[in-house]
């Protein structure tokens, strides 16, 4: 442990601490609950629109407010990208273009001129992913013939069996299921225009070696049966895929409260012969409209929705923050998270059959999928808070979490031994994570819940512990699966680990915290740009960002660092404050898919930073 002359800035983090908590205190809503914008890219705004004008739904002030805010995304160059400052991304730009075709945005328009040149550029339609030429092929702008083949058949294939629907990761199985059904009736809705500017003529050679050349040789064959399948085994299996879509649509109309299977849901069970006025159908276009944000900026649509875990990192914030546990805010949130616990069946029994439900899902209505980085976080947030009757709760959720390690002793996300990499090779899924293996900053979550709960010595803890220490990577950090990058993965890890007894002077901790010392800015905080999970050169190194900079000193203060980085991290967030307590963030830090797909969460700013200084004042004293 370092110390330094400089005296500790406590009483300008004090104030910080105290403007941020009442910033924070003013966000709660009536009912218990905090819910910070959850903020992707325009293919969300861009394919709600070709989703709406595929079911003839599409009216023009939607079309107007839903092109403002995309136009407003795009940058000189003509480009879309997936996070703020990063690279252009073809298909985001392809997607983004077709939208403002829609709107009525004439292809020689200077904005529309400079994103088909960058898309011819980058190799055209003929270049974009698997996703984006489905949606071209919906409006005949793309032939069925050239996309790869999910048959429904699938729906078959026996669990234990490579390439069964429960061998992906819960949001991409919802995903592929209605997609088998509207690859399968392949149909075409006319465009009021073509899209030949877009084309080059070019396309790339399809891989014949390897795994790859593999697959593309199945889905050959796959692409011959499809012309002539078996009548009434097409039609059943078609029918087993409505009912398992049908039976997994949430209370709030949404599938698995995230927009991929939602909006493919909705077209394949209208392709199946559901009506526009029929209820799932209804339920679905209305729930759509509770994801809708509309502003000064326009309309835009949010992939996902995150109050339980927003409540909770908030719950954990404010008692860092030196809220008593008896506070009302804290109990009126306890009792909306204890409302929310999932009771119910849900896919992750299929690797898990005898275990009992306990746990939480990330968003307002996703009862079918519970997730333990969710679950582990409430925990620790309501051991936090004077609510007796949440100690049944947490007891269901301990077993629930103590049968959901996967068997090399990590944990997934929603699933245990997710992990059939079988399933990455195939040519459909060129775009974003389709499993859910064991990750350091979920694993790390879990265990650092069953440590303040007791339960460091039993052995699903010290295996997990195990599994972190051996994920380790060889310049001291953690990988961050759902967030950016390894400097969340390191920030979560170190204190877990520390939890479960780790001693701080032990050499995995002192790599880590050397890491993060190392990768600290000149300017005292830390950030790590997401292009860190394509580009190792990346890693560690970005702008400095609030909830970076709070992550990376969670860590060195549950290592017992109290030397020059974190006094400078603390300075940052002091200087970098605004006048409301809160931070400004532009920067995503939060990971979907990584290399694919990013989050910024709005309130990531607001939370992390106020628990780093609580916890700093709360060792200074």
Not at 124 to 129: H, I, N, Q
Not at 143 to 167: A, G, H, T
Not at 426 to 442: M, Q, Y
């Amino acid at each position: 442990m370092t110390t330094i002359e400089t005296p500790l800035p406590t009483a300008a983090a004090s104030a910080a601490l105290e403007a941020a908590r009442d910033h924070l205190l003013r966000l709660q809503s009536p009912e218990g609950w905090w819910k910070g914008e959850l903020q992707t890219n325009v293919t969300m705004d861009a394919e709600d629109l070709l989703l709406r004008e595929f079911l003839g739904i599409r009216d023009a002030a939607e079309t107007a407010e839903a092109a403002r805010w995309i136009r407003g995304e795009q940058r000189q160059d003509g480009t879309w990208a997936n996070f703020h400052g990063g690279p252009a991304d073809l298909s985001t730009t392809i997607e983004a273009y077709v939208a403002l075709r829609l709107a009525g945005d004439e292809p020689g328009a200077p904005h529309m001129a400079r994103a088909v040149a960058y898309i011819r550029r980058a190799g055209g339609l003929e270049a974009s992913r698997v996703f984006t030429r489905i949606w071209l092929a919906l409006f005949g702008q793309w032939s069925w013939d050239d996309l790869p083949i999910m048959p429904p058949e699938l729906m078959y294939l026996p669990k234990w069996f490579p390439l069964n629907v429960y061998d992906w990761g819960c949001w991409a199985r919802q995903t592929i299921v209605p997609l088998t059904v509207v690859g399968s009736l392949r149909p075409v809705r006319a465009l009021p225009f073509d899209l030949p500017e877009l084309r080059t003529g070019h396309r790339p050679a399809p891989a014949r070696a390897g795994w790859a050349g593999a697959f593309n040789a199945l889905d050959a064959m796959l692409h011959r049966y499809e012309r002539r399948p078996v009548g009434a085994l097409r039609e059943a299996a078609l029918r087993r895929a409505t009912d398992w879509i049908v039976a997994r649509q949430e209370l709030d109309g949404s599938w698995g409260g995230i927009q991929p299977p939602w909006v493919y849901s909705l077209i394949a069970l209208h392709l199946r012969g559901y009506a526009l006025d029929h209820p799932v159908i209804q339920r679905g276009l209305r729930g759509l409209e509770r994801f809708t944000i509309r502003d000064d900026k326009g309309r835009r649509l949010e992939a996902c929705q995150s109050p339980v875990w927003d409540t909770v990192l908030a719950m954990t914030a404010l008692a860092d923050a030196g809220l008593p546990a008896d506070h009302e805010a804290l109990r009126r949130a306890g009792r909306w998270v204890l409302a929310e616990e999932i009771t119910g069946p849900g896919d992750w029994q299929v690797r898990r059959p005898g275990l009992p439900p306990g746990g939480w899902a990330f968003e307002f209505d996703n009862d079918g999928y519970p997730d333990t980085d969710d679950t582990a976080e409430v925990i620790l947030a309501l051991r936090r808070v004077d609510l007796p009757e949440a100690a049944p709760a947490i007891d269901r959720a301990l077993t629930w979490l103590t049968g959901m390690a996967s068997r090399d002793g990590g944990y997934g996300a929603f699933d245990a031994d997710n992990t059939r990499e079988l399933c990455t090779k195939l040519p459909f899924c060129d775009f974003g994570a389709v499993i859910d293996p064991p990750s350091a900053d979920v694993t790390a979550h879990v265990v650092e819940a069953f440590a303040h709960e007791g339960r460091a010595t039993t052995e699903v803890t010290k295996r997990a512990v195990v599994w972190l220490l051996k994920a380790q990577e060889d310049d001291g950090s953690w990988f961050g699966r759902w967030g950016a990058n390894h400097v969340y993965g390191t920030g979560g890890v170190v204190p877990a680990l520390i939890a479960a007894g780790v001693g701080p002077h032990k050499p995995p901790i002192r790599r880590a915290v050397a890491w993060l010392e190392h990768h600290q800015n000149p300017d005292g905080g830390w950030g790590e740009d997401l292009r860190s999970y394509d580009d190792p050169s990346w890693i560690g190194r970005g702008d400095s960002t609030a909830s970076q900079t709070a992550w990376a000193l969670l860590a060195l203060l549950a290592a017992g660092e109290r030397g020059d980085a974190v006094h400078r991290g603390i300075r940052w967030l002091v200087d970098n404050q605004r006048p409301d307590g809160t931070w400004d963030e532009d920067q995503f830090t939060g990971t979907g898919f990584p290399g694919d797909f990013y989050i910024n969460y709005h309130l990531y700013r607001l939370v992390f930073p106020i628990s780093a200084l609580g916890r700093f004042l709360a060792a200074g004293s």
